[in-house]
């Protein structure tokens, strides 16, 4: 059974650390990391907050990455593909050893988070046991196994489901509304209570799944 986790890495054990040194402010978020031969992997990468020239400069500087190429600019954000080279084990290991795909990555400050896809839970404790054997920090904030529903893709039980997907189905949503709560609750036999309860811990797991993945830890 496959299995998501959404976890940490230090920015000194990975690509970037010294743009990230010099250019405090800078976001990164990647859109797709690939194996890019035996000791390298390659991003395409989105580049946020940043002057264009500074982060140019930054790159050039940067033992940590090579063919830099700019696919787009759009004033205020960067769309980079380029080579990450040095301080990528952790990628490689998952890449190669665990057969994992990385969902999302994201820099800035002092870390960078990963959503990561194991084809397995196994492959999960492969990747675990490689950062043990080489030193490297993976700091584990959640694991969800996906079980092949649809509530399971989207971290949500199946109460939480259905009842997010019914709240959308009938419009509880709309503005003007067209379904209450209590409505929505007579169609589902349970209480307001529980129903309420569903649809709030229905929506923080998939915004934790989701737009949380990259954002600040210190405003979560």
């Given at each position: 059974?496959?299995?998501?986790v959404?976890?940490?890495v230090?920015?000194?054990?990975?690509a970037?650390?010294h743009?990230?040194?010099?250019?405090?402010?800078?976001?990164?978020?990647?859109?797709?990391i690939?194996k890019s031969?035996?000791?390298?992997?390659m991003?395409?990468?989105?580049?946020?907050?940043?002057?264009?020239e500074?982060?140019?400069?930054?790159?050039e500087e940067?033992?940590?990455?090579?063919?830099v190429?700019?696919?787009?600019?759009?004033?205020?954000?960067?769309?980079?593909?380029?080579?990450?080279?040095?301080?990528?084990?952790?990628l490689?290991?998952?890449?190669t050893n665990?057969?994992?795909?990385?969902?999302?990555a994201?820099?800035?400050?002092?870390?960078?988070?990963?959503?990561?896809m194991?084809?397995?839970?196994?492959?999960?404790s492969a990747?675990?046991?490689?950062?043990?054997?080489?030193g490297?920090t993976?700091?584990?904030?959640s694991?969800?196994?996906?079980?092949?529903?649809?509530a399971?893709?989207?971290g949500l039980?199946?109460g939480?489901?259905?009842a997010?997907?019914l709240?959308?189905?009938?419009?509880?949503?709309n503005?003007?509304?067209?379904?209450t709560?209590?409505?929505?609750?007579?169609e589902?036999?349970?209480?307001?209570?529980?129903?309420s309860?569903?649809?709030?811990?229905?929506?923080?797991?998939?915004i934790?799944?989701?737009?949380?993945?990259?954002?600040?830890?210190?405003?979560?």
């Open positions: 059974m496959a299995t998501i959404i976890g940490s230090p920015a000194e054990e990975f970037l650390k743009t990230l040194d010099v250019l405090p402010d800078v976001k990164f978020e990647c859109e797709r690939i031969g035996e000791d390298a992997v991003p395409l990468m989105w580049a946020r907050n940043v002057d264009k500074e982060l140019d400069a930054a790159f940067d033992p940590s990455v090579d063919n190429r700019l696919l787009a600019d759009f004033e205020d954000e960067y769309l980079y593909r380029m080579d990450w080279i040095d301080q990528v084990e952790l490689l290991g998952m890449l665990s057969e994992a795909t990385i969902l999302d994201y820099g800035k400050r002092e870390e960078w988070r990963l959503r990561v194991f084809p397995t839970r196994d492959k999960f990747t675990y046991e490689f950062c043990n054997e080489h490297l993976y700091d584990v904030e694991i969800r196994d996906m079980d092949g529903e649809p399971g893709r989207f039980t199946e939480q489901y259905q997010l997907v709240a959308a189905q009938e419009g509880y949503y503005v003007p509304q067209e379904k709560l209590e409505e929505l609750a007579n589902l036999d349970i209480s307001h209570q529980a129903l309860e569903r649809l709030r811990r229905g929506t923080e797991s998939l934790e799944d989701t737009l949380l993945v990259g954002s600040d830890p210190d405003l979560m």
